[in-house]
């Protein structure tokens, strides 16, 4: 199966500041790309743990006895790992996103490029699909999650027209859907306009922004004193909860102050945003948009 080249690949592990003997997790597993390059650098006695949803990721499970794949979601990192006997890891590494492999997969649904049916599904077991969302979200439901997750300013004419259409006759395909929105698909900004529709959808049939929420705020308990979190997000509604939930410990309003106005949060950067070079983006175009960003735990 045809997965993408790691984006970010040496600057990502590089940021884990990996320990020979230490224990790790990938919680986005798929080809295994970023787990080969950990494991390169780990000892005999180390452990790497990889997570991944996606019955597709079990076919590129690794022969390695340091290395073991868990097929779940990673909102539930700890309750697994504590499963397998480990409560505190020296490191954690997401690359958030969709994989090309689920992007090229046509009945997966995920892309505007092939006709498939709506599915978007990440884990195949789930119960919501795109084609439910589609066919029985209300029309002021839709226009809150294509306003919220695709940050579209015509949100509500968009769900007004989708409402309308589906009482005539089932849209059920991604190009149905390209053909019902036609109308607010100018030319120029026809690719970017669906895009950010199928974001919005995918967001909401995967939960995404409240799993990388769940996921986030484990880490103060899960990495060990000075334990390293890596994560490479690739649109700016993950990428802000990222860089919020490092620098206040929180997702909204404001950490307590002491008597000196300084906020005490578990974690702290390490170093700069980390962008992918021209090179690395005309090899691979899903780095264009990609952004990563190094935690540790304060001591």
Request: net charge neutral; aromatic share 8%.
């Amino acid at each position: 199966m045809k997965y993408h080249s790691p984006v970010l690949l040496k600057e990502s592990v590089d940021a884990l500041a990996i320990k020979a003997d230490g224990i790790y997790v990938d919680v986005t597993f798929g080809g295994g790309g970023h787990s080969k390059e950990i494991l390169s650098r780990l000892g005999e006695n180390g452990r790497l743990f990889g997570f991944d949803q996606d019955p597709d990721a079990l076919a590129n499970v690794i022969d390695d006895a340091r290395f073991t794949l868990i097929p779940e979601n990673f909102r539930y990192i700890s309750r697994f790992l504590r499963f397998h006997g480990v409560k505190k890891v020296d490191g954690v590494l997401a690359d958030l996103g969709v994989s090309s492999h689920q992007f090229d997969e046509a009945e997966r649904g995920f892309s505007i490029r092939f006709d498939g049916n709506l599915d978007m599904r990440m884990n195949q077991k789930s119960k919501i699909s795109a084609k439910q969302i589609i066919g029985s979200y209300s029309e002021e439901k839709l226009a809150e999650i294509l306003f919220l997750y695709g940050e579209l300013r015509n949100s509500r004419n968009i769900a007004k027209t989708i409402v309308e259409k589906r009482q005539e006759e089932k849209i059920e395909t991604s190009f149905q859907l390209r053909e019902v929105l036609q109308k607010y698909l100018p030319n120029a900004k026809e690719h970017k306009i669906l895009a950010q529709i199928f974001q919005a959808i995918r967001i909401e049939v995967n939960e995404e922004l409240d799993v990388l929420k769940e996921f986030l705020e484990q880490m103060p308990n899960l990495l060990k004193e000075e334990g390293r979190l890596s994560v490479i997000s690739y649109h700016s509604l993950e990428d802000r909860l990222v860089k919020r939930f490092i620098r206040m410990g929180m997702f909204n309003g404001e950490p307590e102050k002491d008597v000196f106005g300084n906020i005490d949060v578990p974690m702290q950067k390490v170093g700069k945003l980390i962008i992918p070079n021209q090179e690395e983006i005309s090899v691979n175009n899903r780095a264009r948009s990609a952004k990563l960003r190094i935690a540790t735990l304060k001591k």
